[in-house]
T-cell receptor, first 115, second 111 residues
Framework: NAGVTQTPKFRVLKTGQSMTLLCAQD?????MYWYRQDPGMGLRLIHY???????AKGEVPDGYNVSRLKKQNFLLGLESAAPSQTSVYFC??????????????FGPGTRLTVL | RKEVEQDPGPFNVPEGATVAFNCTYS??????FFWYRQDCRKEPKLLMS???SGNEDGRFTAQLNRASQYISLLIRDSKLSDSATYLC????????????FGRGTQLTVWP
């Protein structure tokens, strides 16, 4: 049982390049989330999904797109990377939304640098 | 106003000390409350949920004051391994599981 995994762990991009971050979970969770974490800013929600085939915008969605074609996978895309997108990206998943089911399990993170 | 406010610290305490962290939240509709722990360059992990009546897990005690919209975490007999950043987290039941994170309070326990 791997929990939540993220690919890649590190990446350096040039401005304007595109890339996709992959998140996978093996806990059969319905809910999945993408966050970014910047110094002094805490965790900010980019996009989230409440089930296969559904996605919604979070707090800071601009410049990102997501897809949830399979229940276990949640992809985060950067179409044209900008230096402001340099950050640590965390994926998380949860079973539900009430009480203890709301616990979110996080992946190990992807450290992205945009030059 | 941010959804969740925390004193960023840092808190530097000796082993064996008692330390308390505080957190306030702005939305009275918040229904679930948590403390997460994040080690340096690692992912956040759930430390404990916070219940209305207060709850304890070993050396850790969490309190909730809904009237003041205030959450606290008390760590007794601090260990070196408690050094981490502690994140105060709240959830509104109507927002499909979305969690709102504070910026975190950094704790360093020294020998």
């Amino acid at each position: 049982n791997a929990g939540v995994t993220q690919t890649p762990k590190f990446r350096v991009l040039k401005t304007g390049q595109s890339m996709t971050l992959l998140c996978a979970q093996d806990m059969n969770h319905e809910y999945m989330y993408w966050y970014r974490q910047d110094p002094g800013m805490g965790l900010r929600l980019i996009h989230y999904s409440v089930g296969e085939g559904t996605t919604a915008k979070g707090e800071v969605p601009d410049g990102y797109n997501v897809s949830r074609l399979k229940k276990q996978n949640f992809l985060l895309g950067l179409e044209s990377a900008a230096p402001s997108q340099t950050s640590v990206y965390f994926c998380a998943s949860s079973y539900g939304t009430a009480g203890s089911y709301n616990e979110q399990f996080f992946g190990p993170g992807t450290r992205l640098t945009v030059l | 106003r941010k959804e969740v406010e925390q004193d960023p610290g840092p808190f530097n305490v000796p082993e064996g000390a008692t330390v308390a962290f505080n957190c306030t939240y702005s939305n009275s509709a918040s229904q679930s409350f948590f403390w997460y722990r994040q080690d340096c360059r690692k992912e956040p992990k759930l430390l404990m949920s916070v219940y209305s009546s207060g709850n304890e897990d070993g050396r850790f005690t969490a309190q909730l004051n809904r009237a003041s919209q205030y959450i606290s975490l008390l760590i007794r007999d601090s260990k070196l391994s408690d050094s981490a950043t502690y994140l105060c987290v709240v959830s509104r039941g109507s927002t499909l599981g979305r969690l709102y994170f504070g910026r975190g309070t950094q704790l360093t326990v020294w020998p």
